[in-house]
Nanobody, 126 residues
Framework: QVQLVESGGGSVEAGGSLRLSCVAS????????TGWFRQAPGKEREGVAA????????DYADSVKGRFTISIDNAQKTLYLQMNSLKPEDTGTYYC???????????????????WGQGTQVTVSS
């Protein structure tokens, strides 16, 4: 099993920045892929960014490209999401996710992941 714990959420005005963190514990060596998802009230959860642990290759949703950056520390235990130029539509609960299922063709879909954190709230006011 892999446990994931997010932190760093909060409230910020539009144009501001936040950095989310996700600490992984347990059988972390099993992970192939890790990423961030978000869910706004009344909407489905959507993939935001992902990073492949063997190559470091990153993927981003079009809505966050150029504004958000996903990264992981050298020990591959702490995942980050640097969020700049935040917009009110970025508001939601942000979830850290990890996968030990291998890497398929689509990495920003929920079905690609089998471990999830509890989420951290991000609120962006206009």
């Amino acid at each position: 099993q892999v446990q994931l714990v997010e932190s760093g959420g909060g409230s910020v005005e539009a144009g501001g920045s936040l950095r989310l963190s996700c600490v992984a514990s347990g059988h972390t060596y099993r992970r192939d892929l890790t990423g961030w998802f978000r869910q706004a009230p009344g909407k489905e959860r959507e993939g935001v960014a992902a990073i492949r642990l063997n190559s470091g290759h990153t993927d981003y949703a079009d809505s966050v490209k150029g504004r958000f950056t996903i990264s992981i520390d050298n020990a591959q235990k702490t995942l980050y999401l640097q969020m700049n130029s935040l917009k009110p539509e970025d508001t939601g609960t942000y979830y850290c996710a990890a996968s030990s299922r291998g890497i398929g063709s689509r990495v920003l879909v929920e079905s690609a992941y089998n471990y999830w954190g509890q989420g951290t709230q991000v609120t962006v006011s206009s």
